[in-house]
């Protein structure tokens, strides 16, 4: 663990699961805005490095710490939380946004993908709050949350692991919400949409890798279908100290879970249709059955006209990629 020398005043601390890159990074960064001391945790240590280095260039004297742990391994979870509260300060935050995402229809989906995404997007929130929970019911307050997906609303096809992952996140999160009522301590449920973070460069791909990355590229980069990053990271940070039950990010996300809310029926068969026109796995898979691949690898797939439109569309995602860790991660 790379540790800041203490310096007076005490400021709260915050553990970010999930900050190496991306909007974790972002929420760090506006945890710091905030006041707060913030470890920073992935499994990355090279990463996890890079982004102090860079929050340290934007907020000259901020506390920030590096301490590298896998979410799914509940016994490096353990050793994480007793160090962090022994050796720098209690946990006053903790914020989970450790994801990964698979791309692809479910033929092409193996269980190690299913048990990738569960280990970390469900079982990892799980692993993380039972660890922190006890010291803070101890002191009789803190602040959780934990980031889950319109995903875990409404299942879009061609993402099932990553979906089922989430839907158990959201269950989790609530009822966490309703058993924490009157302690002190809140739980809040973070629900974004696509988000503009360069996330569709590091995500895993399957079955038809290069089609699969020509869809979903764009979704993750364009204006109407992707928000900004860094405005979702303000909104995200403010709900979870201000312990909201529910941050429900962009008007996409809050329509499509109310309408699933009412209407489930409707929702599944629309995202049938959208299916429809999504890739289909191939016959025999190039690259080996289950074989995934990285979006940044995909898109190399793609060549000529097509891998123009799908760079140009993607512009947006790109660039966001670059400026918070996400591409070189």
Not at 97 to 117: K, N, S
């Amino acid at each position: 663990m790379d540790i800041t020398p203490a310096a007076p005043p005490r400021q709260p601390l915050a553990l970010v699961m999930g900050a190496s890159r991306g909007l974790g990074l972002l929420c760090a960064a506006e945890l710091l805005q905030h006041g707060h001391r913030v470890v920073l945790s992935s499994r990355d240590e090279a990463s996890l490095a890079a982004a102090r280095t860079q929050l340290l260039a934007e907020y000259p004297g901020a506390r920030v710490d590096v301490a590298p742990c896998d979410i799914s391994d509940r016994r490096a979870v353990q050793a994480l939380v007793q160090r962090v509260e022994t050796e720098l300060a209690p946990i006053e935050v903790l914020l989970t946004v450790a994801g990964i995402i698979q791309v692809g229809p479910v033929q092409a989906m193996t269980l190690e993908h299913f048990d990738q995404a569960v280990s970390t997007m469900l079982m990892g929130p799980v692993n993380l709050t039972l660890q922190v929970l006890p010291h803070m019911r101890e002191r009789g307050r803190g602040r959780i949350g934990t980031v889950t997906s319109v995903g875990g609303k409404v299942a879009p096809p061609h993402l099932l692991p990553y979906s089922t992952a989430k839907f158990g996140a959201v269950g989790f999160s609530e009822g966490l919400t309703a058993e924490l009522a009157g302690t002190g301590i809140t739980a809040t449920t973070i629900v974004p949409g696509l988000m503009r973070t360069g996330s569709h460069d590091a995500a895993q791909f399957t079955g038809d890798v290069a089609r699969e990355f020509a869809w979903f590229g764009p979704s993750a980069s364009l204006p109407l279908l992707a928000m900004d990053a860094e405005r979702a990271a303000e909104r995200m940070v403010h709900g979870v100290l201000e312990g909201h039950t529910h941050v429900m990010l962009s008007p996409v996300t809050q329509v499509g879970s109310r309408v699933h809310g009412l209407a489930p029926s409707f929702t599944t068969r629309l995202m049938g249709l959208a299916n429809r026109v999504l890739p289909t796995a191939p016959a025999v898979d190039p690259l080996g059955p289950g074989t995934t691949v990285e979006g940044r690898v995909a898109r190399q797939g793609l060549t000529g006209r097509a891998r123009r439109v799908v760079d140009a569309l993607s512009t947006l995602g790109d660039r966001a990629g670059e400026q918070i860790n996400e591409r070189g991660a």
